[in-house]
Protein backbone atom coordinates (compact mmCIF):
# COMPACT_ATOMS: atom_id res chain seq x y z
CA UNK A 1 0.00 0.00 0.00
CA UNK A 2 1.28 3.31 -0.86
CA UNK A 3 -0.33 6.27 1.09
CA UNK A 4 -0.29 10.23 0.04
CA UNK A 5 -0.57 12.83 1.81
CA UNK A 6 -1.85 16.45 0.51
CA UNK A 7 -3.16 19.97 1.54
CA UNK A 8 -0.11 21.12 3.83
CA UNK A 9 0.79 25.07 3.55
CA UNK A 10 0.87 28.07 5.48
CA UNK A 11 -2.01 29.44 7.32
CA UNK A 12 -2.23 32.69 9.97
CA UNK A 13 -2.94 31.15 13.63
CA UNK A 14 -6.33 30.74 13.89
CA UNK A 15 -7.16 29.41 10.44
CA UNK A 16 -8.13 26.20 9.19
CA UNK A 17 -6.56 23.16 6.98
CA UNK A 18 -8.09 20.44 5.57
CA UNK A 19 -5.47 17.44 5.21
CA UNK A 20 -6.50 14.36 2.77
CA UNK A 21 -4.38 10.94 2.49
CA UNK A 22 -5.35 8.61 -0.49
CA UNK A 23 -3.82 5.05 -1.05
CA UNK A 24 -3.19 2.89 -4.12
CA UNK A 25 -2.33 -0.84 -4.22
CA UNK A 26 -5.24 -1.32 -1.97
CA UNK A 27 -7.97 0.42 -0.52
CA UNK A 28 -7.45 2.57 2.31
CA UNK A 29 -10.43 1.55 4.70
CA UNK A 30 -9.17 -1.89 5.01
CA UNK A 31 -7.06 -0.99 7.44
CA UNK A 32 -7.10 1.87 10.82
CA UNK A 33 -5.85 4.68 9.68
CA UNK A 34 -4.13 7.62 11.42
CA UNK A 35 -2.06 11.01 11.60
CA UNK A 36 1.33 11.73 12.56
CA UNK A 37 3.31 15.25 12.83
CA UNK A 38 7.02 15.54 13.59
CA UNK A 39 8.27 19.62 14.28
CA UNK A 40 11.84 20.17 13.50
CA UNK A 41 14.14 18.99 16.92
CA UNK A 42 10.97 16.78 17.85
CA UNK A 43 9.80 12.98 18.18
CA UNK A 44 7.14 12.11 15.74
CA UNK A 45 3.83 12.31 18.20
CA UNK A 46 0.48 10.81 17.72
CA UNK A 47 -2.59 13.52 15.66
CA UNK A 48 -5.58 11.34 15.36
CA UNK A 49 -6.62 7.84 14.75
CA UNK A 50 -10.01 6.30 13.10
CA UNK A 51 -11.11 2.76 12.83
CA UNK A 52 -11.65 0.74 9.85
CA UNK A 53 -15.55 1.39 9.84
CA UNK A 54 -14.80 4.88 11.21
CA UNK A 55 -16.86 4.09 13.91
CA UNK A 56 -13.96 5.15 16.44
CA UNK A 57 -11.92 7.83 16.50
CA UNK A 58 -8.93 8.37 18.76
CA UNK A 59 -7.05 12.28 19.18
CA UNK A 60 -3.95 13.51 21.17
CA UNK A 61 -4.80 16.22 24.08
CA UNK A 62 -3.66 18.85 22.16
CA UNK A 63 -5.62 18.68 18.94
CA UNK A 64 -9.03 17.22 20.51
CA UNK A 65 -11.93 19.38 19.74
CA UNK A 66 -9.98 21.35 17.13
CA UNK A 67 -9.27 18.78 14.36
CA UNK A 68 -11.38 15.82 13.28
CA UNK A 69 -10.47 13.15 11.65
CA UNK A 70 -12.72 11.28 8.61
CA UNK A 71 -12.78 8.94 6.25
CA UNK A 72 -14.33 8.78 3.21
CA UNK A 73 -15.63 5.67 1.33
CA UNK A 74 -16.96 7.05 -1.31
CA UNK A 75 -13.19 7.83 -3.05
CA UNK A 76 -11.39 5.88 -0.52
CA UNK A 77 -9.60 8.73 1.53
CA UNK A 78 -9.07 10.07 4.58
CA UNK A 79 -9.37 14.10 5.73
CA UNK A 80 -7.95 15.25 9.07
CA UNK A 81 -10.08 18.83 9.10
CA UNK A 82 -7.19 21.47 11.30
CA UNK A 83 -9.16 24.39 12.86
CA UNK A 84 -8.31 27.19 14.88
CA UNK A 85 -4.99 26.19 14.29
CA UNK A 86 -1.84 27.30 16.40
CA UNK A 87 1.81 28.43 15.94
CA UNK A 88 2.42 25.07 18.13
CA UNK A 89 0.79 22.85 15.20
CA UNK A 90 3.50 23.64 12.80
CA UNK A 91 5.05 20.03 11.52
CA UNK A 92 5.39 17.83 8.50
CA UNK A 93 1.43 15.63 9.19
CA UNK A 94 2.04 12.27 7.74
CA UNK A 95 -0.82 9.60 7.31
CA UNK A 96 -0.57 6.15 8.17
CA UNK A 97 -2.46 2.78 8.30
CA UNK A 98 -1.75 -0.31 9.77
CA UNK A 99 -3.60 -3.64 11.02
CA UNK A 100 -4.44 -2.07 14.99
CA UNK A 101 -7.26 -1.70 17.38
CA UNK A 102 -7.55 2.30 17.14
CA UNK A 103 -8.94 2.31 21.24
CA UNK A 104 -5.64 0.30 22.60
CA UNK A 105 -2.73 1.03 19.87
CA UNK A 106 -3.89 4.27 17.77
CA UNK A 107 -0.56 6.54 19.37
CA UNK A 108 1.80 4.20 18.84
CA UNK A 109 3.43 4.81 15.06
CA UNK A 110 5.23 1.15 15.49
CA UNK A 111 1.06 -0.53 14.76
CA UNK A 112 1.25 1.15 11.21
CA UNK A 113 2.89 -0.55 8.71
CA UNK A 114 2.27 1.92 5.90
CA UNK A 115 3.36 5.72 5.96
CA UNK A 116 2.83 8.62 3.49
CA UNK A 117 5.93 10.96 2.46
CA UNK A 118 4.72 13.93 4.66
CA UNK A 119 2.93 17.14 3.85
CA UNK A 120 4.37 20.23 5.82
CA UNK A 121 2.18 22.45 8.05
CA UNK A 122 3.11 26.15 8.90
CA UNK A 123 1.09 28.36 10.91
CA UNK A 124 1.95 31.99 11.97
CA UNK A 125 1.78 33.65 14.65
Known amino acids: VQLQASGGGLVQAGGSLRLSCAAS????????TGWFRQAPGKEREFVAA????????SYADSVKGRFTITRHNTNDTMTLQMNSLKPEDTAVYYC???????????????????WGQGTQVTVSS
Open 96 to 114: AAGNLIVTLRAGRPSEYAY
Open 25 to 32: GRTLNSYA
Open 50 to 57: ISRNGGVT
